[in-house]
């Protein structure tokens, strides 16, 4: 990834401002606790931390927002995950009578990660991305997006950048949080189409009839196809690419083609002859399938899931506005709406917010304790200048004020803003099954 | 029976609304005295069918012909419901109806037994569900109709109109419905939690969390149904079991029926630190099936493995007998080759390997993982090594993988044929006689671990005949499949055909 001025070693120093003054505790807050519908589901929920050294530490449960502010402020994790709600407080799941302490409900989650599509980009590998590689990503989102509203009817999906190399997707549709675990792997296949490991060549297998699902994910993929792989990556100019993609078809296929190709060495042609005879051939045989230009496009593009990611009721997920220990950024929301705008090197990193608001020197130097203490004189100068409204608040009001101008101010706001439409929207969902409950009920 | 404390009783004798139709959910139970000998007969002969289920289920693909009628054939000799009985409706005599009685019974009494872990319900529920599914299936249409309206199951029909907008992609959706089909069938809108099966498939069309249904597909959503409300129920007997197994005439038969069907599950370390860590490197070529040769291969050459493939081979070599330290020095040496420092190793890796062995956690001693779920099971993604070489592997890879390992042409033809065939245990057996040089494996292959104690006691001195007693259906499908396999011994005898004294019977695994 290009250099940001990150270093991890400033962890310890920026952590602690993050966590006092810009991670948004109270719409957090408002997140988890769903409307306060059910009871306990705040107080049940799971949370993990991975602190200094590697420290991992499970069953982190609160009881109010003050507590979760109060236990982060005090801890500073590098890293926080989310899990289940359980039946029990996980605080205190070793007083349960084992096999009494169960994880009930969930939101249904998706993790595509960069890695997984090794075998089929050539710009980057492992843990780097670049702006070539990130189409995958934007292809992901709008396929899987699409699919989990418009087929299984989910409404309320947050989609996160993860800080490194893949995205998120929460889905906390009622529904979805209720689902087992027999029900998301059926989803989670159902959105499966790249399937194999290192032993299998060709991972994409289409037979007729096509379903409607993977008409409508092609549909996407064919819009990006030709930038994405056949200029970007270039799958078809070095002759080990195009071996690559060739060991997809047939021997005949692949064996005309070659010949093609000696006369052919602009990928755009050498793409159209593929479809033009593929296209052919399938036109000519009577038999059914055939579908080989789909099935490449398919291994090349389509978002590839890890199943058990999603399958788990109880399985821990990295956090929204989490930072990402490796490279300092803040996993922040992406606008769905705007996805192919979304660009994961604009995301700041805890130092970029920091910075921008607290207009600290950006000299890395100036994170140790004497940088700190500079900082907070900053802080209260700036705040002192800033007086907006003359009213006297109590302590609290005051200091969920200061908090609100600050994240106002840094380059996160957006992203807050993005989440709190997130939240009103399910909100507003929640009222409407409240007037129809009471509709039914014929109540005043 | 006595011991469900139910004051409802229902007056003895036929009753004919209680088994009116040949088939159930078996949402009731019975509420009749039975004689202990009924008792077990009934038992035993419910057990024979779940385990003639399970074979047939492994040796052929299900619901095609051969497995129907393989089964049907199954069903009449044990004397269960079965469909000629169900076309002809006078005969709702004694026959018909004890058969029906027998079925009601049976199922209940096998829930006591297979209800009291994770691994026994699971395999009750998977038969029970293949049963149903082959039963429910050779009705005709109005007696699918007549059981779902006896049981309650309404869904949505959608409308004509509704079906002119979603013509296409209802065609598109399932195989084997035209223009005409949906013209002329009823389609059903069921929630998509309801028809999980056709979903993971994706055999089905999805809208809005809908899945649209033809009527010849609805058994797939019984199915969920079914599997659903038996999940339910076994965990709820498994709570009143304790005061069933306090009847001392029960519980030795309770116990028997259940440790019939998990026989050797390798959860019990025999050889325990009998093997050295510097043997595995020429035990995995010699005695290792396929998938743990892969595996070991894979992480002898990455110095890393992912999760998948640690959990199937890091059982496994549990199961052969390494001890928690030896695992944890084995793992950790090869680890260290590669990217993991001892520290990290420590950090991140020892604690999912002790969790393995029982030490962590819930202290759970997992065991180690069965052909079944090593085939059925969290199949292999990118950058995974696990999961069974003859089920997830390319065969043009395989058949290359198995040249270079100097398996004979011939014997490569008949190994791809069985993978070709999806007989995937029976290919590795193959393997294990290509590589043992023997004619016939002696053993019916269904767990690696199995595989790798046969081969010692191959290649140890001495092969020992084992008394063992395989079903029919097995003897009966060497001699007819296609490949050329070695002309194996005469059809293994079921000893069980009469019903023999308990003890016989489950010696068989």
């Known amino acids: 990834m290009p250099t940001s001025d990150y270093d991890p070693a400033c962890l310890p120093d920026l952590l602690p401002l993050y966590y006092r003054r810009l991670f948004p505790f109270s719409q957090y807050y408002r997140w988890l606790t769903y409307g306060g519908v059910s009871k306990s589901y705040f107080q049940n929920r799971e949370f993990s931390f991975t602190l200094k050294d590697d420290i991992y530490v499970r069953y982190q449960s609160f009881s109010t927002q003050n507590e979760l502010e109060k236990e982060i402020q005090k801890m500073n994790p590098y890293k926080i995950d989310i899990g289940a709600v359980y039946s029990h407080r996980p605080s205190q799941h070793n007083t349960v009578k084992s096999g009494a302490f169960q994880a009930l409900e969930k939101e249904l989650v998706f993790d595509i990660d960069m890695t997984d599509y090794d075998d089929v980009r050539s710009c980057c590998s492992a843990a780097d991305i670049c702006s070539k590689c990130w189409t995958l990503m934007t292809i992901a989102i709008r396929i899987l997006d699409r699919a989990l509203r418009e087929d299984f009817g989910f409404q309320h999906l947050l989609w996160v950048y993860s800080g490194r190399r893949g995205v998120h997707c929460w889905v906390c549709d009622e529904a979805a949080r209720k689902l087992s675990v027999t029900a998301r792997s059926a989803v989670a296949e159902y959105l499966s189409l790249v399937k194999g490991g290192e032993e299998t060549v060709r991972k994409v297998v289409l037979s007729d009839p096509i379903h409607p699902f993977i008409s409508q994910s092609l549909g996407v993929v064919e819009n990006y196809f030709n930038k994405y792989a056949i200029v970007d990556q270039e799958v078809l100019a070095s002759k080990e690419s195009v071996d690559r993609v060739l060991s997809l078809l047939p021997e005949d296929v692949r064996k005309e083609l070659l010949v093609h190709y000696q006369n052919e060495k602009n990928p755009v042609n050498r793409w159209g002859i593929l479809t033009d005879l593929v296209n052919q051939k399938r036109e000519m045989s009577s038999k059914k399938g055939g579908y080989f230009e789909k099935e490449i496009m398919l291994q090349y593009c389509y978002p590839r899931l890890d199943v058990n990611v999603s399958k788990g009721v109880n399985h821990l997920l990295k956090s929204p506005f989490s930072i990402h220990p490796k490279t300092g950024r803040v996993s922040v929301p992406i606008d769905v709406r705007n996805v192919d705008k979304f660009n994961p090197f604009e995301v700041p990193t805890i130092r970029q917010v920091l910075i921008v608001r607290f207009k600290i020197s950006s000299n890395p130097k100036h994170g140790g304790p004497l940088g700190y203490s500079l900082l907070c004189e900053e802080l209260d100068k700036s705040r002192a200048d800033e007086e907006e409204d003359g009213i006297k608040n109590n302590e609290t009001q005051s200091a969920e004020r200061r908090k609100i101008r600050d994240y106002k101010r840094t380059s996160l706001a957006k992203y807050i803003k993005l989440f709190d439409q997130f939240l009103d929207a399910m909100a507003h969902t929640r009222k409407g099954e409240i007037l129809k409950k009471s509709d039914l009920q014929k109540e005043f | ?509």
Not at chain 2, 101 to 111: A, G
Not at chain 2, 186 to 193: A, G, L, M, N
Not at chain 2, 219 to 244: E, G, M
């Open chain 2, 1 to 509: 029976m006595q011991f469900t404390r139910r004051t409802k009783k229902v007056a003895l004798g036929a009753n004919p609304e209680l088994y009116g139709h040949c088939l159930q959910l078996y949402g009731q139970p019975p509420l009749e005295s039975v004689s202990l000998v009924q008792f077990e007969t009934f038992a035993v002969e419910r057990l024979k069918l779940l385990k003639s289920v399970e074979n047939l289920g492994v040796s052929y693909v299900k619901m095609s012909d051969d497995y129907q009628k393989k089964l049907s054939t199954e069903l009449c000799s044990l004397n269960f419901p079965h469909r000629t009985s169900v076309e002809d409706k006078n005969q709702t005599g004694s026959t018909e109806y004890e058969k029906r009685r027998k079925d009601h019974i049976s199922h209940f009494i096998l829930r006591l037994a297979y209800c009291q872990t994770e691994d026994l319900r699971r395999w009750f529920i998977q038969q029970e569900m293949d049963l149903f599914r082959y039963r429910f299936s050779i009705l005709s249409a109005k007696y699918k109709t007549e059981f779902l309206h006896r049981n309650n199951l309404k869904y949505d029909t959608i409308s004509i109109e509704e079906k002119k907008t979603l013509k296409d992609e209802l065609i598109n959706s399932s195989y084997g419905i035209s223009g005409a089909t949906i013209a002329e069938q009823e389609f059903y809108r069921v929630p998509f939690q309801d028809a999980l099966d056709l979903v993971r498939l994706r055999k089905v069309f999805l809208q809005a969390g809908y899945a649209y249904i033809p009527h010849q597909d609805i058994v797939t959503i019984v199915l969920n149904d079914f599997r659903t409300r038996l999940s339910k129920a076994l965990a709820l007997t498994a709570r009143s079991l304790p005061a069933v197994q306090s009847d001392e005439r029960l519980q030795p038969l309770l116990n028997h029926l259940s440790h019939a069907y998990v026989g050797q599950d390798y959860s019990f370390q025999k050889n325990i630190g009998k093997v050295s860590l510097e043997q595995i490197d020429p035990l995995s070529t010699t005695s290792f099936p396929l998938c743990m040769r892969q595996l070991h291969k894979a992480l002898r050459e990455q110095h890393h493995l992912r999760h998948g493939g640690r959990m199937q081979y890091g059982l496994f070599l549990k199961g052969v007998g390494l001890t928690l330290e030896q695992a944890l020095q084995f793992w950790r040496a090869e680890f260290v080759k590669g990217k993991v420092d001892s520290e990290k190793f420590d950090k991140a890796y020892a604690y999912s390997i002790r969790h393995m062995f029982g030490k962590e956690g819930k202290r759970t001693d997992y065991t180690p993982y069965s052909c079944m779920k090593v085939i059925l099971s969290n199949p292999p993604s990118q950058g995974d090594y696990h999961g069974c070489p003859f089920r997830h592997s390319d065969p043009e890879l395989l058949k290359q993988k198995l040249q270079s390992y100097k398996i004979s042409p011939g014997g490569l033809v008949q190994i791809l044929d069985l993978v070709k065939g999806m007989h995937y245990q029976l290919a590795c057996q193959k393997y294990f006689e290509l590589t043992h040089s023997v004619e016939d494996a002696g053993f019916s292959l269904n767990h690696p671990n199995q595989y790798f104690t046969e081969s010692q006691k191959l290649l140890g001195g001495g092969k020992e005949l084992k008394k063992e007693v395989e079903p029919p259906q097995r003897g009966q499908e060497i001699a007819g499949s296609n490949a050329q396999s070695a002309p194996t011994q005469s059809p293994k005898v079921q000893a069980l055909d009469k019903m023999g004294d308990l003890e016989s019977f489950f010696l068989d695994e």
